[in-house]
Every structure is written in structure tokens, then in C-alpha cells.
């Protein structure tokens, strides 16, 4: 059954008795969104529905009941070229509120099951797929504390034309109903259809849906107030922890099976073959950054690794035949206060690259699963799902048509003391060495098992691991070198 279909029209209040009950509401809603800072709580308010709704008008009723310094607006029309050229949710992706901020959206990521579907932007292979990419979006940013609240603003067609027509007789308002907007009333039958799905489909138990009849500004505006005040008083009813410590086991989920402890770290090339094969490996490499240029394929290079296993130097001979204008470096350490206040995911959605471009990640999201685990900087929860929050995120990458190339330099603990003493040693790579290289090396057996685990469980048909031999330097820059060659021209 359509979700828009028998919506029981909203009682009419009388002027005085309205506005006593928007004044408290009011009131209420600004005192819950202090309280909202104080829990560290982001919000994300979604406003879709029909043309001439009054999405703007109760936005601004909205706005007014907010403190200024707490919020954002972001109007969403159709997506720039610079937009188009990312994942389509990546554009949403970079508005995500930090904690105790609230984010308004006058339409959003819907528009790809409404508008896009209908104007025959979007095939429909991407439109279906977008069903669950919003789901899962969504379900990330409730599973970190968000609270999201979503309002689809409903009126009758007769009642549409009513308001274009009135709009239409204003010169002051009729810029406001432009000739896509008069098309899309011509197909109300077609886009009540298609709204019904799009809400049906993705009216969830952690992001549902409040349908609002808005022929009546008043009672639209009470029943808004109401829905945020009630959803915000019950997010703010559960108590929040600080992330614990989590107890951190050695062993993986691959039942004491090393999947890096397989890995044959004899392996090596003599000084004259890895001269020889740089040279080759570097030109293609030129080649094919011209090649993902022109076919617009953006690519992701994900380095991960013990200290000392030669990550740096590994990137410098990547990267040295490069064009720079192509590619970028992303080193990733800590996280900084800004970023602690968003989704841990946040800022390196911030850094994906554009289609055509390479984006080179020193350390990635995989630290969620690593160093933030091992020393207990999150949850066993927040870790736990972060696998399948990862994977989902880097689904998108390939649907979106990306190349993503993912590497863990391994090398034995022998070999790490040994590089550990020669960075202490040489004045030059002292910078390298730090008091943290040496407590985490003695949590080896740790890592070990976080390692294996996120192998095990990020491997995935589209976004792959490759364990590189790092024992020896020469043979891992060739091999990461060669892998990234044979994946690109793969996809090309």
C-alpha cells in the first residue's frame, strides 16, 4: 500500500490556541537543542516532498526556533559536475554534522529515488542500488549517535496547482516556479507512485519516515515541532558512555590461522633487476595515469603495514613518474579535535578522489580496526562494525566504477628491531623512530590478531588485499608497483 495514500487531513487549531502551543513548542525546541550540544548529539533533519509544499517557509519556522550558531542549511538542487564526478552520497557524505551540531536539509539524498529517477538521470541499476546505499548510509550515522528525522511534506495535486497558480500571479513570487516544476506536476500520477516506493522502501525502525499533510500551514508546522521535540526528548533518554577500553584478544576470526604469518618474507631482488623492472614499472605507470585521466576512473592506492616496513619509500617510487597535477599523497595520522567530532569516516570522505584522479593513502580507515582497537581508543562495539561499515564504503567505490588497490607491508619482528636500531643510529632517520614505534612493538601479538582479522574480513571480490613481502625493499616496491599496474589496467 502507498504510504501516501488515506493520510487523515491534520485538526485545524484555533489562532490563540496555536500560537500558545507554538510558543512552548518553541521554547521546547530550543532548550532540547542545548541540550542536544551538551550530550554531543548531531542531528540531521531531512525535508523532501511536492513542489510549493512549503518546505522553505517551515525550514525558516524552523531556523527561528534554533540557536543560529548550531546549525546548518544546505539546499540541495542537482549535483555540480565537480558532484559528479565522486560517489553520489559523497557530496551528503561531507555534510555530515559534527557532535552537537544539527544539519537541515531542504531535500537530500532522495532526490536519486525521486527526481533523478523520473527525469531518467539515473538508470535504473543505479537508482535500485541507491536503496540500499541510503539504508546502510543512514544506519552508520545512527550507529555512531545520530539522530535523523525525516519529513515528507505531502499535499494534493488540485491543491499543488492551486499554490503554482497563485505563485505564478505574484511577480514578486513567481520566479519561485520554474518550468521543471510545472513538469513535474504534469506527472503527479507518476511521482505519487514513485514517492510511495521511495518511502515504503526506506522507512526504517532507526530512520523512519513522518509523513506530513501540509494543505494546513499551521497544523504542518505543529505536527513538526512535535515529531523533533518527541524524537529528540527520547534520543536524549538513553544515557551515553564514553567508548571503554576494549579487552583486545591475540587471535583472529581465522581460528589461529595467520594469514600473514603465510606470507614468504625471503623473498628479494638483486640491486640490477629492481633498477631494471622501476624503470618499466615507472613509465607504464606515467601511462596510466594518463589513461585513467582521460577515461575518468579514480583510483585509491591504501597502504597499511608494521612500522619500519618501508610504506614511505614504497609511495616515493610510486608516485615518482607521476604527473602531480594527478594524484595526491594522503597522510593520515591521529585524529585531530574537528575530526574527533565527526564519524570516523568523515575525513577521509573529505580526501576521496575525483574521477581521473589517484589518491595515495599513507595509513587509512583501517586504523578503526588497528591502532584505535589494539589501544582501546573505541569500542568493542564501534570496531566490531566498523568491518562491514568499511566494506560497504568501499562497495560504493566500485560501483561508482573506482579502482581500489589495498596493501599490508609485513615483514617479521627481527626485521623491524633491526630497522628500529639503524633509524636510531642515523642522524638523518632518527625524525623516523619515536618512543610510540617502540610501545607498539611490544604489542606485536595484539596487532597480529587485529591484522589477520581485518584481513579475513575486508577481503572483499572488489577491493582486494595484497600482502607484500617487505622483508626486502626492492621486491615490495616492484611488487606494489606491478600489482597497481595489472588493477588498473584491469578496470581500463
Known sequence: MNMLENIPSSPKMKRKEYRSAMTRLENKTGELQREAVNSKIPVIIIFEGWGAAGKGTLINKLMMAFDPRGYNVHPIKAPTEE???????????TKTPEKGRIAIFDRSWYRRLSVERV??????????RAYHEIKSFEKQLVDDGCLIVKFFLH???KEQKKRFRELLANPATEWRVTKDDLRHHRQYGKYFKVFGEMLEGTDTDYAPWTIV?????????RKIFMEITGRLREKLSVPTTASPSCPVSGKSESAGKSIIGESDLSLSLSRGEYLEKLKKCQERMRELEYEVYRKRIPVLILYEGWDAAGKGGNIRRLSQSLDPRGYEVVP??????????????????????????????DRTWYGRVLVERVEGFCSQAEWNRAYDEINEMEKQFSDFGAVTVKFWLNIDRDEQLRRFNERRKNVWKQWKITEEDWRNREKWDLYLGAVDEMLLRTNTLHSPWTVVESNCKLYARIKTLETVIESVKKAL
Request: aromatic share 16%.
Open 83 to 93: 558532484e559528479q564526478m565522486r560517489p553520489f552520497l559523497w557530496r551528503f557524505w
Open 119 to 128: 527525469d531518467g538521470k539515473t538508470g535504473k541499476k543505479d537508482w535500485k
Open 332 to 361: 593520515v595520522a591521529a585524529p585531530s579535535d574537528v575530526e574527533k567530532r565527526h564519524h570516523y569516516l568523515w575525513r577521509f570522505w573529505n580526501r576521496i578522489p575525483k574521477a581521473g584522479h589517484i589518491a595515495i593513502f
Open 213 to 221: 499533510e501540509s494543505k494546513n500551514h499551521n497544523a504542518a508546522t
Open 155 to 157: 499535499i494534493s495535486r
